[in-house]
């Protein structure tokens, strides 16, 4: 079993991809991935057709696979990246030196486009590694799926692949330099190395051990250039600093070109450009959507090019099999259905969204901003409370709560320490900050115990955004407030180094922990006495003193006045 | 040079200088060369330790006191690995459970077991068994104590154990019984001066009793706070006089005018601050419980006698909480924002009061 599926995938991973026979090999590879029910399609392809033997291909081709831009101007990534990308290759592939390239970016912003157009028009030779098919049929719920039973499974398949993947890095490097002997210039090789579902397994600690083991000695023995591409999601874009850690990028000098989503001027571009294409071709097979229809696929996609050009070949394609439906009300209903499987409305969003859109992700700050400066509806329907319970009164949210954590893209834990540290600009009165900081107290309180703080851990967000929400009584108009990372994280992390070093540094005294901290430490610091370690003495320095008498600027976030003339008004 | 607190430590049971008659008992205990196991319990800076360690040498003879600090693994069976710090000599180990964190028991377990299995090499002329030390005992997990309990039973052969801890009341009734307790009280004020005395008298230097006094009252008679004190005034001046000022810890100060900051003003400004100045002092490596400890004293110095039970209520509350919760900040923020509304409030009424 498992050798079977070493072959393949290696035997997959070296079909060469010339420039002359690019799109042969896709179609044979397209076969054998589909022979094995691979569910990941090729990677994005767009732009202009260009070639002529496409003609007799299947008209449910995907456009995405028919549009593949073959040359500089069809790609839809701004120039200067493109020739940022085109020069890192010119060098790198000039001298005899190899080097390695980093490229990010959200998915469909078209890396793996531009690398395949570049080396097409310098001519050099693309060696692909994608990961192994096998792997997908765990992975490809499109969630990825953190529960122990998938990362131990995962973790198999993870040993197997990094050393397929070390295989392949190998006889690349092998197979290239027996051909590099006879051969011209223009068959330098490349390799590439697709991440996009490799990134599920960073998390997991060992994948990014194995890469940089495996990249390290491609530097060193390699005289070929080689690319990464990771693709990273605007919710978790540490994974290629999972992967790539900075150390690991300087010391192999990795460069990092990172790419943008692409632009909607660019998109629309595009678009209109398949679309008249192929509605020339079709023979009205095709209804062109019209422009607003467009204009809602462009804006829903998010700088995915690859999802936008699926969505309109998908508006366009139902269409033309139900016929005579004006497309809009399509859309509609397509996208009504969709809200409805969400179980949170969208109240106060912007429109409807289009076709299988993608999630639209609430910017942390834009998200802390609607619950900390907690708009109030005008005057809707009002529930009248009884009188004795009037103060108790609020008018009615214009945010869902619960809607905004959702779509903050972080962890409620964690948006609770962005909240904690910002309510306090919004607040004018004590009793209202009284209460808040008990609904944050509480809030913690919820997920205090491990058993059950994955199920509680949206009810103390819950908890802390509404607590803040309906104890803010006074309603102020601050205007804008610069708002802060929480300094709890760092704050925590240094408590518990200071104390690990302390315990380490003076285990000598043989002590326990807090009288060492609360005791020794404070007077050694007082003691001349010198010791005869120098980690000792800066330790003393930074930890035993405090600064006396006058306010630390360094976690609070403003310069404050003087604090004697404040202390007279009592 | 090292600090008079570890210079001037008295070594054998019968050097001790106060709890005498309590000295004599454990002497009369160890006399027949066999113990039970023990838990010695008391405040911090009563001589816990101090007493502990002379048992020792009494038991084994000088060679106790060759320690050496050892670095230790322990692979926990879900393959993490622990690294804790040990301290032994030949014939003893001491360790504290409480650093590995929740993996403690497994921390007993095995440090004990290999303990245990290992015999001593001469057994005809040393005692046949060896003690463990467990200090912070009432820091333990429940799971840890529960572990501890099935240990005690089965290497009882092997091995003594001494339990050493503040208070008796987190360690569980199994323990609690299995033990001989054995509780360690403060010194008396004039034991603690009469100590300062006889170490000053030994370095060379002549103490004012009334200077005395006062460092013990300042340390509220922990006798190692006390014996760091008094050696912080001669470093800020010798010689004495009986009027200088005792040098109290940077954190103590730093705590008490925080809790000015915090009766002078009531604001979500000034609660800011305050927040700063928290984490500045849980940066310099103050627990948290101690900070909220600290705080709730110096408030209740500040404050008028009404409200003193509210905010005792308001504190033990919040400490409660402080103990269950994950990130402590939550918890002492929210004391302080409750304790300046309250405070707030009750100005307030005193105002209009004196106005109509």
């Known amino acids: 079993m498992l050798s079977f599926l070493t072959n393949c995938s290696v035997d997959q991973s070296f079909i060469d991809l010339t420039g002359q026979n690019l799109f042969d090999c896709r179609e044979k590879r397209g076969q054998i991935l589909g022979s094995q029910i691979e ?13 002529s ?74 060696q692909e590694w994608t990961n192994p098919p096998k792997l997908d049929s765990y992975t490809n719920s499109q969630q990825v799926s953190f529960d122990i039973f998938m990362s131990v499974k995962s973790k198999f398949h993870l040993t197997s692949q990094s050393a397929q993947f070390q295989e392949f890095l190998l006889r690349a490097n092998k197979y290239n330099c027996l051909k590099m002997v006879g051969d011209a210039r223009s068959f330098f090789p490349m390799s590439i190395q697709v991440f996009d579902k490799y990134t599920v397994f960073s998390c997991l600690g060992c994948a990014h051990s194995c890469c940089a083991v495996s990249s390290r000695c491609f530097v060193k023995t390699s005289r070929f250039p080689l690319v990464f591409i990771v693709s990273n999601s605007p919710s978790a874009d540490s994974s290629s600093r999972f992967l790539f850690p900075r150390e690991l990028m300087e010391e192999l000098h990795i460069s990092n070109i990172s790419f943008n989503p692409v632009a909607p001027t660019t998109m629309m571009k595009v678009l209109t450009r398949i679309l008249t294409n192929e509605d020339g071709k079709s023979n009205g097979r095709v209804i062109v959507p019209d422009q607003t ?58 429109g409807q969204p289009p076709v299988g859109m993608k999630d639209t992700c609430l910017f942390l700050f834009r998200a802390l901003g609607k619950i900390l400066h907690c708009k109030k509806a005008e005057c809707a329907f009002a529930l009248q409370l009884p009188s004795h319970l009037s103060q108790h009164h609020r008018e009615s949210l214009q945010v869902d709560p619960e809607w905004v954590i959702e779509h903050s893209y972080v962890s409620g834990e964690f948006f609770n320490l962005y909240l904690h540290q910002n309510y306090l600009d919004f607040f004018s009165e004590m009793e209202d900050v009284e209460k808040a900081s008990e609904y944050m107290s509480d809030a913690d309180l919820l997920t205090s115990d491990w058993m059950s703080s994955n199920t509680m851990r949206e009810y103390a967000s819950s908890v802390a955004t509404r607590g803040l929400l309906h104890s803010n009584s006074q309603q102020i108009a601050v205007g804008f407030r610069p708002l802060h990372k929480p300094n709890w994280l760092l704050v925590s992390k240094k408590h518990r180094e200071n104390c690990l070093a302390a315990q380490f540094l003076f285990r000598h005294f043989c002590m326990t922990p807090v009288s060492l901290q609360t005791e020794l430490l404070p007077y050694l610091a007082k003691f001349t006495n010198p010791f005869k370690n120098q980690a000792e003495i800066t330790f003393i320095q930074d930890v035993g003193h405090l600064p006396l008498k006058r306010f630390s600027l360094r976690y609070s976030s403003y310069s404050i006045p003087f604090i004697a003339c404040l202390r007279c008004t009592r | ?180 307790a054995v509780r360690v009280p403060l010194p008396s004020t004039e034991e603690v001066c009469n100590v300062l005395t006889s170490v000053c008298k030994k370095e060379g230097l002549l103490l004012p009793p009334e200077l005395a006094k006062r460092i013990s009252d300042k340390s509220g008679r922990n006798l190692r706070k006390a014996l760091l004190m008094c050696e912080a005034c001669r470093v800020q001046q010798y010689p004495f006089s009986a009027d200088q000022d005792v040098t109290e810890p940077d954190w103590e100060v730093f705590l008490r005018e925080t809790a000015n900051y915090i009766v002078s003003q009531q604001t979500p400004q000034r609660l800011l601050e305050v927040r700063g100045r ?40 919040y400490e409660h909480r402080l103990q269950l919760g994950n990130k402590a900040i939550y918890h002492l923020e929210a004391f302080t924002a409750k304790f300046m509304a309250v405070y707030k409030k009750f100005m307030e009424d005193g105002l209009d009061g004196m106005m109509f």
């Open chain 1, 39 to 51: 569910p990941m399609r090729p990677r994005k392809r767009k732009g202009e057709i260009c070639s």
């Open chain 1, 53 to 126: 033997d496409l003609g007799h291909r299947k008209q449910d081709e995907p456009w995405v696979d028919r549009y593949t831009p073959c040359s500089k101007v069809d790609l839809a990534v701004h120039k200067k990246k493109v020739e940022e990308v085109e020069n890192w290759l010119k060098v790198h592939t000039d001298g005899s030196q190899g080097g390695l390239l980093l490229l990010t970016g959200p998915s469909g912003c078209g890396k793996t486009a531009t690398i395949q157009v570049l080396s097409l028009e310098l001519g050099l030779r693309i």
């Open chain 1, 293 to 350: 229809v467009l204009e809602m696929v462009c804006s829903g996609s998010s700088g995915d090019i690859r999802s936008a050009i699926n969505n309109l070949q998908f508006a366009s394609q139902k269409e033309a099999l139900r016929g005579n439906h004006p497309l809009k009300s399509k859309v509609m209903a397509v996208s009504r259905s969709t809200l409805r499987k969400k179980s949170k409305p969208k109240n106060g969003q912007e």
């Open chain 2, 1 to 180: 040079m090292s600090l008079w607190v570890d210079k001037y430590r008295p070594t054998s049971l019968g050097k001790l200088d106060y709890h005498q008659e309590q000295a004599s008992q454990l002497k009369n205990l160890v006399q027949c060369g066999d113990f039970p196991h023990l838990l010695v319990y008391g405040p911090s800076g009563a001589g816990k330790k101090t007493r502990i360690m002379c048992l020792l040498r009494e038991l084994y003879g000088a060679g106790v006191e060759k320690l050496r600090i050892e670095h230790q693994t322990i692979v926990a069976p879900s393959k993490k690995k622990i690294e804790i710090n040990t301290i032994a000599s030949n014939y003893h180990l001491e360790v504290n459970p409480s650093d590995a964190g929740y993996q403690d028991r497994v921390v007993i377990q095995e440090l004990i077991k290999t303990m245990a299995q290992s015999q001593q090499i001469q057994a005809s002329t040393q005692r046949e068994f060896k003690v463990v030390l467990l200090t912070e005992v009432d820091r333990l997990t429940k799971d840890a104590q529960h572990a501890l309990r099935r240990t005690m039973e089965k290497y009882m052969a092997t091995c003594r154990l001494v339990l050493c801890s503040t208070s008796t009341s987190k360690v569980i009734g199994p323990i609690r019984s299995r033990c001989l």
């Open chain 2, 278 to 317: 928290l984490y500045e002092l849980l940066t310099h490596c103050i627990p948290a419980d101690i900070i909220m400890k600290g705080l709730v004293r110096e408030l209740l110095n500040n404050c008028d006698g009404h409200l003193k039970p509210e905010v005792a209520h308001m504190a033990a509350y």
